[in-house]
């Protein structure tokens, strides 16, 4: 069983940075593909950023091209998410992910973490 625990929310001015991080256990790190997901309460979960397979191509949301940054370590079983220039439409609750090999989905969550910014 995969376990994904974010840290690294917090509440930042419009136009400044924060980093996500996400550590992963309960399954070899290198095997999964990782994403983070947003959502504001009352409204659908979006996709972010994230990989198609392990270590493959990065795909982004239009919404944050440019500004947000998804790298991992697989020494660290971890991955980031480095946000940049944020917006107040930013604003949500952000979801490390993954996808097991043989998965259709994203099949296992972490419980959030908490990014607010003020304009």
């Known amino acids: 069983q995969v376990e994904l625990v974010e840290s690294g929310g917090g509440a930042v001015q419009a136009g400044g940075s924060l980093r996500l991080s996400c550590a992963a256990s309960?399954?070899?790190?290198?095997?999964?593909?990782m994403a983070w997901f947003r959502q504001v309460p009352g409204t659908d979960v979006e996709f972010v950023i994230g990989?198609?397979?392990?270590?493959?191509?990065?795909f982004y949301a239009d919404s944050v091209k440019g500004r947000f940054t998804f790298s991992r370590d697989n020494a660290k079983n971890s991955v980031y998410l480095q946000m940049d220039s944020l917006k107040p439409e930013d604003t949500a609750g952000y979801y490390c992910v993954a996808r097991e090999p043989g998965a259709s989905t994203w099949n296992r969550w972490g419980q959030g973490t908490q990014v607010t910014v003020s304009s």
């Open positions: 990989e198609r397979r392990s270590g493959g191509e990065i």
């Open positions: 309960g399954r070899t790190f290198s095997s999964l593909a």
